[in-house]
């Protein structure tokens, strides 16, 4: 099936994730365009997809996502939750769920989600997410879900500063993956995972999410700026912070920073 906007539409009819579909040959940012789309109205649950990126963004200030054409996914979908403005992350985290569920279907027992928004296989990264809200007099106006999954790229095509911690479902399981059918199983899960959140809350993605992280009881470091933090991983809250407790025996918040596991248990 070929990768575009009619066939997508298609298979996603009667879906609340899908039940617009834009496509794109090319944009800049698919966050960008949503945004411009969100602001004139379009109701929820409309999906953005391009087919490449010409300044797909990143979550990090000036880090780009690389975007090439006829390999990935690269998607935004708009989203109206009737939820406080303070605990919008939790949606970040919510994606990461429905991501995470998806890819395991491709790759048993091997993807896990790293703190905050960044989807892994074996260890290397091969999903990130980029969350952006507006809001109008304390309330949530929109929230633009980004999510950049590579697909089919191979190794090569990597920029060499992410070759080695980057990775793709092609190089993870040696077979081309049609990008129709993927992306259609990715919108139904995020559908199924966000319309639990509406009607349960946050209280099972946050179980899903600590088992799909293995963080949780772990030792960790923290690097954001110039500061480093240590501590034992107790869990998430609900505003999608990591709760740390230090080697002075206190209980932190951690709203930023890079992750990474020290020793064993
Ligand atoms: C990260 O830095 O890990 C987040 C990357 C998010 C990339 C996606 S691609 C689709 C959407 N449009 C963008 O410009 N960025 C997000």
């Known amino acids: 099936m070929n990768f575009n906007g009619h066939t997508l539409a298609d298979s996603l009819s009667g879906e609340l994730i899908g039940n617009q579909v834009y496509f794109l040959n090319e944009v800049d940012s698919t966050n960008v365009y949503a945004t ?17 990126q010409t300044k797909g ?27 406080e403005p303070s605990v919008a992350p939790q949606l970040t985290l919510a994606a ?46 929109f929230v633009i879900m ?7 790229m191979r190794k090569k095509d990597f ?30 899960s995020l559908g199924k995972w966000y319309e639990r959140y509406k009607r349960e809350g946050f209280t099972s993605i946050k179980s899903a999410w600590l088992e799909y992280s293995g963080i949780k009881d772990r030792n960790i470091r923290v690097n954001c700026k110039e500061e480093v933090q240590e501590g034992k991983v107790l869990g998430i809250d609900d505003y999608g912070a990591l709760l740390l407790f230090d080697n002075r025996r206190k209980t932190r918040r951690i709203l930023a920073g890079d992750v990474s596991l020290v020793g064993n248990k």
């Open 36 to 52: 411009a789309l969100a602001q004139k109205g379009v109701p929820e649950g409309a999906v953005i997809v391009a087919d490449c």
């Open 57 to 83: 963004k990143g979550r990090l200030k000036n880090r780009a996502w690389q975007s090439p054409q006829q390999k990935n996914l690269y998607t935004s979908i708009v989203l109206r939750p009737t939820v």
């Open 96 to 141: 990461g769920v429905a991501v995470a569920e998806h890819l395991s279907t491709y790759c048993l027992e091997a993807v896990t989600l790293k703190w905050p928004n960044d989807v892994h296989i074996r260890g290397k990264k091969v999903c990130g997410i980029l969350t952006e809200m507006r809001t109008t007099g304390g309330k949530i106006d």
């Open 146 to 152: 980004g999510i950049g999954l590579n697909i089919n």
């Open 159 to 188: 920029h060499e500063e992410i070759r080695e911690s980057a990775t793709s479902l092609r190089e993870e399981t040696g077979n081309d993956i049609p990008r129709v059918d993927f992306a259609v199983s990715l919108y139904q």
